[in-house]
């Protein structure tokens, strides 16, 4: 009698770890914000001042021997060249820092001016491409907003690989929807390393989403991520208009 043949081993079903994003506290975030102000106030007035200075000093340099018409004179002009883009990129980095305005145009202004520091600080291609002014009379909405923009911005400029970084305000059936998009490949290793362990980064967009009672979503799709917020007119008015820039 033939022996049966032995069946063929079932492999386990592969178990998934959920992702664990760590949760950020109202303090955690506070003091965040706080080091954020006090880092712009020293960026403009102690760092950029300083370089200010030093670019006042090389053009000064230059005219001497530009008069003299001493060959070092183009050396000490690219030295104001360079010193002069370092001043504009350390003001970029200065004002995203900050908090936003408290005008009813205060995010949409914000974002404008948040996609040009991105491309001149990082050279990325990165777009406002709002098409409609979309009106927020709460600065606090505002300024959450714009904040978890920022981060979902440099993410995509951190974990993509040259793509076009797309930014966009909207008004959609009774609600505010603020998306960011990276249309690039994605650095798959960096980017699998952020899911195992996130950082503040992601707690604190979802933590900022939790305050205004928005949908915060992440939607990959193939090489295309979206992060997309939307928050309700109602709740934006129901909203209190002061309180911590957190």
């Known amino acids: 009698m033939r022996a049966p043949k032995p069946k063929p081993a079932v492999a386990a079903p592969a178990t998934v770890k959920p992702r664990r994003v760590r949760r950020i506290t109202a303090a955690e975030l506070e003091a965040v914000e706080r080091e954020k102000v006090r880092l712009s106030i020293e960026l403009h007035d102690g760092v950029g001042q300083h370089l200010t200075g030093i670019a006042f000093l090389a053009k000064a340099l230059a005219n001497r021997l530009e008069a003299k018409r001493a060959a070092e004179a183009d050396d000490a002009e690219q030295v104001v060249r360079l010193t002069n883009e370092a001043i504009g990129k350390l003001r970029a980095l200065a004002r995203g820092l900050r908090p936003t305005g408290t005008e009813d145009n205060a995010l949409a202004v914000a974002l404008a001016q948040l996609v040009r520091d991105v491309n001149q600080v990082f050279g990325s291609e990165c777009l406002y491409v709002a098409d409609r002014p979309v009106t927020i009379s709460n600065p606090l909405v505002s300024h959450h907003l714009y904040r978890i923009a920022q981060e979902g911005i440099h993410n995509a400029v951190k974990h993509g690989l040259g793509g076009r970084i797309t930014v966009d305000l909207a008004q959609k059936q009774g609600a505010v929807v603020l998306s960011v998009t990276n249309r690039g490949k994605l650095d798959v290793q960096r980017s699998q390393a952020q899911s195992e362990s996130p950082g503040i980064g992601i707690a604190g967009m979802q933590y900022r989403?939790?305050?205004?009672?928005?949908?915060?979503?992440?939607?990959?799709?193939?090489?295309?991520?979206?992060?997309?917020?939307?928050?309700?007119?109602?709740?934006i008015e129901g909203l209190p208009r002061d309180g911590e820039m957190l």
Not at 211 to 220: D, F, H, I, T, V
């Open 209 to 235: 989403a939790q305050l205004l009672g928005a949908e915060l979503s992440l939607e990959p799709v193939r090489s295309t991520v979206r992060l997309r917020v939307s928050i309700d007119r109602a709740t």
